[in-house]
């Protein structure tokens, strides 16, 4: 479907098409390449952490942050059920069990009480996210992971540059990763990385991205032997990818300062319709507005109609998140029944609206008007 207004574009320019278009031109180095060094230094530097290790997505990432850090058989990992199903696959992947905690109401991500009624003697690692560009209650999931002697590993993905109190998200755990899918912040099509202060777990990240094999040199254009370790997978971001990173990151305040304002603008315009709930943070929240998600408070019923009338007009809405343990691999083919009341209720009640830094005022005021029309209109 074509839309008038979709849920994102991508903001872009041509110094993306200029770093990538070089790399093509040179001939050399389209796989691996200094590009992706220089990339991982750029988001060490954004964010104050020692090392960042690329991947080729934010699945990926999380695969092989649970995998270095040994999290397998028997094993748990406290997740949350709201959010993208790549959250609560990755303990699966390494054997894992994904126990989901519940979210609260304010940030929508994982609540620190439920998250500390769910730990048992098998929990070795809490994973939060920080959904759609808020940071969630990091710090108080720090306490509680700190108190179980337990991992914390921050699922980033939507939320490069928000910030709790001037510290950014993915600086808080042992670990964190980030997406660059196309939606995100910054984007390059598919990509992903982790971030750490650990020199170990940087080490075995790099094994683990590249068949488990020790890389003093680049394996392109060196002759000699290198061994093979550990087992390892290609998670590689290629240098094509990475050259796009670069161009991205160099925009990625202005990008964010674009998301911020567009957001201003549309809380502006639909604070005066009750019928609905804004999305707001704590003091000392930085929200970066990778999602713009408003809160239907009659419940599903009306939050569906929404999307459609809204549909009807061409502008692109999504439920943001349906729960995991509703998707019917977790229901009826892992057999999961859980007793999450905040978050059913409010998968019933969240509808994403669009937001991307190149949002004019004249598509905001349209958005924002046909939402107010169907509430006085079609409320009835
Ligand atoms: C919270 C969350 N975790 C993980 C991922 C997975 O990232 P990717 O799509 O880059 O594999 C996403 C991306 O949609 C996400 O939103």
Redesign the pocket.
């Known amino acids: 479907m074509s839309w008038n207004i979709p849920l994102f574009k991508i903001f872009w320019d041509e110094q993306d098409a200029e770093n990538v278009t070089e790399v093509i031109r040179s001939g050399m180095n389209w796989a691996t390449g200094p590009n992706v060094q220089e990339f991982e230094a750029r988001i060490t530097q954004y964010l104050g952490i020692e090392y960042a290790v690329t991947f080729n997505?934010?699945?990926s990432a999380?695969h092989a942050i649970l995998a270095t850090y040994g999290i397998g058989e028997g094993d748990e990992v406290i997740v949350p059920s709201f959010?993208?199903i790549?959250?609560a696959n990755a303990p699966l992947f390494v054997g894992a069990k994904p126990v989901f905690a519940d979210i609260e109401e304010k940030t929508y991500g994982l609540d620190p009480e439920d998250v500390e009624k769910k730990i048992t003697s098998k929990t070795k690692a809490i994973m939060p996210?920080h959904y759609g560009g808020s940071p969630c209650f990091i710090r108080e999931l720090e306490q509680v992971a700190e108190r179980h002697n337990l991992l914390l590993i921050e699922?980033a993905?939507?939320s490069i540059g928000a910030q709790v109190d001037g510290k950014k998200v993915g600086s808080f755990g042992d670990a964190a990763i980030f997406?660059?899918?196309a939606p995100k912040v910054i984007t390059t099509g598919?990509?992903?990385a982790v971030v750490t202060n650990s020199k170990e777990v940087y080490e075995n990240l790099k094994l683990m991205r590249s068949h488990g094999r020790f890389e003093p040199a680049d394996y392109f254009s060196t002759s000699e032997y290198l061994e093979y370790v550990t087992l390892g997978y290609n998670f590689r971001m290629s240098n094509i990818t990475a050259a796009l990173g670069i161009a991205q990151f160099e925009k990625v305040d202005r990008i964010i300062e674009m998301r911020r304002r567009n957001a201003e603008m549309m809380s502006a315009k639909l604070s005066k319709i009750p019928e609905i709930e804004l999305p707001h943070s704590p003091d000392g929240f930085f929200h970066i507005y990778q999602m713009y998600t408003i809160k239907v408070k009659e419940g599903q019923g009306k939050r569906d109609a929404l999307s459609a009338y809204l549909a009807e007009k061409g502008i692109m809405t999504k439920v943001y998140f349906p729960p995991v343990h509703f998707t019917h691999f977790y229901k009826n083919k892992l057999g999961y029944n859980c007793d999450l009341p905040v978050t059913d209720r409010l998968s019933g009640q969240v509808l994403t609206l669009p937001m991307y830094p190149s949002l004019t005022e004249e598509e905001i005021n349209y958005i924002t008007d046909e939402v107010a029309i169907f509430f006085l209109h079609r409320n009835r």
């Open positions: 997505s934010g699945t999380l959010t993208f790549a959250t996210i699922d993905a939507e997406s660059f899918c598919e990509g992903g």
